[in-house]
């Protein structure tokens, strides 16, 4: 049993600390959002009024915040009062970051929390809401291999696939390259399936036919873009649920972002990208990004 302070239970960070209570940790938790924090107490947590007083006695702290401008002012603050979280924290206290964001901020925030003596992993997800509910998360953790062995218990709880892809950071790069590639593949597939149904294929059909040929890939073996072809996808459900259009453009933001900062070339990135903006754009940002098949279908691109 660990005590652990979990920062924001929004739609992901919800079921994660849920999983935590399930496998019997103690776990004290603070949201700005005070139904996130009530549901939370149905559940068996125990709600903070703040972010400090969570981590009060605190082993683990686990964040899921939005973006790198949280990430850093939660455990950073201001670098004059020195109020960040990283200043209230135990020497040996093991920091967890589930955050998706830029590389540069877990590497400072990682740096700064080792100067204090405290263990810091950068550890995105994969798998969506649905994985998060179900505990089958997998978990891309960046930081020294000291501190992975620390979180990776405590990522078990939350998670069936746990990878450890190098120093602190080298979780967001993981996970920026494989939403990147996802998007390709979800764009690509989308195209093809649009393609044959407008010459008189049955979706189906052609998928079926795809996932057993050379074309086969996730997005046709599990998230089908195409409506009734698959059930239980967001696609069979007005593409409501999974992983928002808002969220692969914050994603692919980070990626194009870290490609120009090492100068790789990202063509199929880039235009998955502006096909992910543009759908955004067209009012469709809050439903699933397997609706990018609509956006075949609404005008020839």
């Not at 020195?82 to 040996?92: D, E, Q, R, V, Y």
């Not at 990135?269 to 759908?279: I, P, R, S, T, V």
Request: with cysteine.
């Amino acid at each position: 049993m660990t005590n652990i302070a979990f920062i924001g239970l929004g739609n992901m960070g919800g079921p994660m600390a849920a999983n935590l209570l399930k496998a019997g940790h103690n776990v004290v938790a603070f949201d700005l959002v005070k139904t996130a924090l009530d549901e939370f107490v149905t559940i068996g947590g125990v709600a903070a009024s703040s972010a400090a007083s969570a981590v009060e006695n605190a082993q683990v702290v686990i964040s899921m915040l939005p973006a790198g401008k949280h990430v850093a002012g939660l455990y950073l603050g201001n670098e004059q009062e020195k109020n960040g979280l990283l200043m209230l924290l135990t020497k040996g206290c093991l920091v967890i970051d589930s955050s998706t964001i830029d590389a540069q901020t877990s590497r400072s925030v990682g740096l700064y929390a080792n100067d204090l003596g405290i263990k810091f992993v950068d550890a995105p997800v994969s798998g969506g809401t649905a994985g998060a509910k179900a505990g089958t998360l997998s978990f891309i953790v960046g930081g020294e291999v000291e501190a992975f062995a620390l979180a990776e218990p405590i990522l078990n709880a939350m998670g069936k696939n746990i990878f450890h892809a190098g120093p602190a950071g080298a979780g967001q790069v993981a996970k920026m390259c494989n939403n990147m590639l996802l998007s390709v593949l979800m764009a690509g597939t989308s195209e093809a399936l649009r393609m044959g149904v407008e010459n008189g294929l049955d979706a189906k059909v052609l998928s079926d036919i795809m996932v057993k040929s050379s074309g086969r890939n996730w997005a046709l073996e599990i998230y089908n873009p195409v409506p009734g072809v698959m059930d239980g996808t967001p696609a069979s459900n007005d593409y409501q649920g999974g992983f928002m259009v808002d969220l692969m453009n914050k994603d692919l933001g980070l990626a194009l972002a870290a490609a120009q900062a090492s100068d790789s070339a990202v063509p199929l990135g880039q235009k998955a990208a502006e096909l992910f903006k543009d759908h955004g754009a067209q009012g469709h940002g809050r439903l699933d990004f397997s609706s990018i098949y609509q956006h075949y279908s609404s005008k020839k691109v």
